[in-house]
Nanobody
């Protein structure tokens, strides 16, 4: 069973930065497609970014492209989401997910963390 634990969330002012971490156990991130999703209050959970098992291919939602960077450290079995130029509309609970196939839909990922709150004040 894969376990994913997110950390790094918090309160930041607009224009600031945060780095989220997702530590995996039970399966190495080097053999999984990893992704981040987010869910704002009253909204559906939406795709943020995904990274291939090799780390060589990343894909981002249009809303975060150019501001967020997804990377992985296989030696630490951890995936990172660097978030820069944060906006109030980035406020959400951010979830880490893993799966076998890359995709932008929740159904592509079978394992999920419990999430970490990111709040961006204006």
């Amino acid at each position: 069973q894969v376990q994913l634990v997110e950390s790094g969330g918090g309160l930041v002012q607009a224009g600031g930065s945060l780095r989220l971490s997702c530590a995996a156990s039970g399966r190495t991130v080097s053999s999984a497609v990893m992704a981040w999703f987010r869910q704002a209050p009253g909204k559906e959970r939406e795709f943020v970014a995904t990274i291939s098992w090799s780390g060589g291919v990343t894909r981002y939602a249009d809303a975060v492209k150019g501001r967020f960077t997804l990377s992985k450290d296989n030696s630490k079995n951890t995936v990172y989401l660097q978030m820069n130029s944060l906006k109030p509309e980035d406020t959400a609970v951010y979830y880490c997910a893993s799966g076998y196939y890359s995709g932008v839909s929740r159904g592509a990922y079978g394992n999920w963390g419990k999430g970490t709150q990111v709040t961006v004040s204006s």
